[in-house]
C-alpha cells in the first residue's frame, strides 16, 4: 500500500467551527488530491497540488480552502462547517507522469 | 472535458457466475482508464488501468478490463464471482494532456455476490 495517512479519521463537530484535516505522504510524489464521497456522486475533486505551495480548485471547492507547504502534508481547511459538508474525505497521491492515483484510508466528518 | 457513466449503481450476481461492471466515458483526447474497488470502510483500491498500451488490461483479484475506443466503453469482467469480490467498484478517466491528472469518477456500482 502507498504510504498515506490522513487524520484524524472521524470527526464530528458543529456547524460554524473550522476543521482542519490532514494528509501525509511518504512516498514523495508529486500531485495530492482531496475528494469527497456522497451516496450518488461517487468522488468528486475539491482542490489538489501540484508542487509545495502550488494548489488549484477542484469541482466542489466552495467553502474549502488547502494547504501545502511541504511535499509531504497537504491540508484541507472547512472554513466553516456547514452540515452540507457531512462526508467521508478521502486523500490521494499522485507521481509525475504515471497517472494512477493512490488513496488514503478516508476521514468520516460530520458536522451536526 | 471528461465524464464517466457507470450504469447500473447494483449489480447481483450467484456465485460463480460472471461479474459485468459497466463503464462508458467521454474523452476529448486519448485517455487513461483506471477501476477501482473499495470495500466497507476503506479507501480506494486500484484493481486496473489502461494507459493505451493493450487493450485487454489483466488486474488484480481475476479482474479484467477491455478498452473499446469505438464504444467509448471499458467495462469490468471476472468469470467467477467469489463472495470477497461484494463491494464498491468505481471507473475513473484521466486526461493524458492534463498536467494535474485530474480524476473523474464515476457514481459507482455496487456488487452484491449472492451465494
Known amino acids: 500500500d502507498a504510504g498515506i495517512t490522513q487524520s484524524p479519521r472521524h470527526k464530528v463537530t458543529e456547524t460554524g467551527t473550522p476543521v482542519t484535516l490532514r494528509c501525509h505522504q511518504t512516498?514523495?510524489?508529486?500531485?495530492m488530491y482531496w475528494y469527497r464521497q456522497d451516496p450518488g456522486h461517487g468522488l468528486r475533486l475539491i482542490h489538489y497540488s501540484y508542487g509545495v505551495k502550488d494548489t488549484d480548485k477542484g469541482e466542489v471547492s466552495d467553502g474549502y480552502s488547502v494547504s501545502r507547504s511541504k511535499t509531504e502534508d497537504f491540508l484541507l481547511t472547512l472554513e466553516s462547517a456547514t452540515s452540507s459538508q457531512t462526508s467521508v474525505y478521502f486523500c490521494a497521491i499522485g507521481a509525475s507522469g504515471e497517472g494512477t492515483q493512490y488513496f488514503g484510508p478516508g476521514t468520516r466528518l460530520t458536522v451536526l | 472535458a471528461q465524464s464517466v457513466t457507470q450504469l447500473g449503481s447494483h449489480v447481483s450476481v450467484s456465485e460463480g457466475a460472471l461479474v459485468l461492471l459497466r463503464c462508458n466515458y467521454s474523452s476529448s483526447v486519448p485517455p487513461y482508464l483506471f477501476w477501482y474497488v473499495q470495500y466497507p470502510n476503506q479507501g480506494l483500491q486500484l484493481l486496473l488501468k489502461?494507459?493505451?498500451?493493450?487493450?485487454l488490461v489483466k488486474g488484480i483479484n481475476g479482474f479484467e478490463a477491455e478498452f473499446k475506443k469505438s464504444e467509448t466503453s471499458f467495462h469490468l469482467t471476472k468469470p467467477s464471482a467469489h463472495m470477497r469480490d461484494a463491494a464498491e467498484y468505481f471507473c475513473a478517466v484521466s486526461d493524458t494532456q492534463d498536467t494535474g491528472n485530474q480524476f473523474y469518477f464515476g457514481t459507482g456500482t455496487s456488487l452484491t455476490v449472492i451465494p
Open positions: 489502461y494507459t493505451s498500451a493493450a487493450t
Open positions: 512516498e514523495n510524489h508529486r500531485y
